[in-house]
């Protein structure tokens, strides 16, 4: 159970995060900083910066989440590999498995089962230890995973420069016009719910392309290339421009056909780290989606 605190400003000009570092001494100032990030400390019952300068009056209430383990620990879950070399494996990965621990689901992630499988992963201490990108719980499709230290660099230094190609398909309300298009808006935390992102003036830069695929009735199936990696960007941009993801119960609404919402990381390419050959890997929509996909046509 999340441990609360509150507190109320006595003096103004402080920095949020140097506040509760000072006020919490057990926490250091880049754990704080993250629980800021995260949305677990609030301003006034809002969202806020680790620099926001506090006012006297203001009311900052902090949710200290659980310790987690020093280090993830093994778990026999199964995985679908797609390919795997002494660098790295490619997994495709079902809908409903986290992809690292967190508070919440602090165990039965996919770093438990890579730790299974790969009993001697050469990953600097970490409790995401190989993980290069990340696909939300309910999301199912490709992930790159690096075994060592200097190929999770190489794949993070090519996910960084854009030249590691992500491409998903998505169903989503509506059909979308044009057929083709960019969707470009910075994405940050949302002031009025800290679980929620929201296009916001000072969030982080984000790119979504797009290309519609084909019209089903009042639905549109897209295929969506990532050029940006932003938290739930593909559902938070769709949703701003007035077509959410079908499912999508966080950023639209719940759907009669799906249980979670319709998005599949489908494709993925990269250069393998020690022969520089360019990868491309596929998967097949996930049979949950494919089923939707049917009912709708019908």
Do not use: W
Not at 271 to 292: I, T, V
């Amino acid at each position: 159970m999340n441990k609360k605190l509150e507190f109320i400003i006595t003096r103004s000009g402080v920095r949020l995060d140097r506040y509760v570092a000072q006020e919490c001494p057990e926490l250091s100032r880049s754990y704080v900083q993250r629980l800021i990030s995260d949305g677990y400390i609030t301003v006034n019952n809002c969202a806020a910066k680790g620099s926001l300068r506090l006012k006297i009056g203001d009311r900052v209430t902090a949710m200290i989440p659980p310790p987690s383990p020093p280090r993830p620990l093994p778990e026999e879950i199964p995985l679908s590999i797609v390919y795997e070399d002494g660098d790295l494996l490619v997994v495709d990965k079902p809908a409903g498995l986290a992809v690292h621990p967190a508070p919440g689901h602090p165990s039965h992630t996919l770093v438990n089962a890579i730790l299974a499988h790969c009993p001697d992963l050469a990953i600097s201490g970490s409790m995401r230890p190989g993980i290069v990108h990340r696909l939300d719980k309910n999301t199912s499709g490709l992930l790159v995973v690096a075994k060592n230290d200097v190929a999770q660099q190489n794949l993070s230094n090519q996910l960084k420069a854009r030249s590691m190609l992500k491409r998903y398909l998505v169903l989503v309300q509506g059909h979308l016009s044009p057929e083709r298009g960019i969707i470009e808006a910075p994405i940050g935390r949302d002031p009025r719910n800290r679980k929620r992102m929201a296009v916001v003036p000072e969030g982080r830069e984000a790119r979504t392309q797009y290309r519609v695929i084909r019209y089903l009735d009042n639905y549109t199936l897209l295929e969506v290339t990532l050029e940006t990696g932003r938290t739930h960007q593909i559902r938070v941009h769709l949703s701003a421009i007035g077509f959410p993801v079908v499912g999508d119960e966080v950023y639209g609404r719940k759907s009669p056909h799906l249980e979670r919402q319709f998005v599949h990381a489908c494709y993925l390419s990269f250069r393998l780290p020690s022969s520089g050959e360019y990868a491309e890997f596929r998967s097949k929509l996930a049979p949950d989606l494919e089923e939707a996909l049917e009912r709708i046509s019908q």
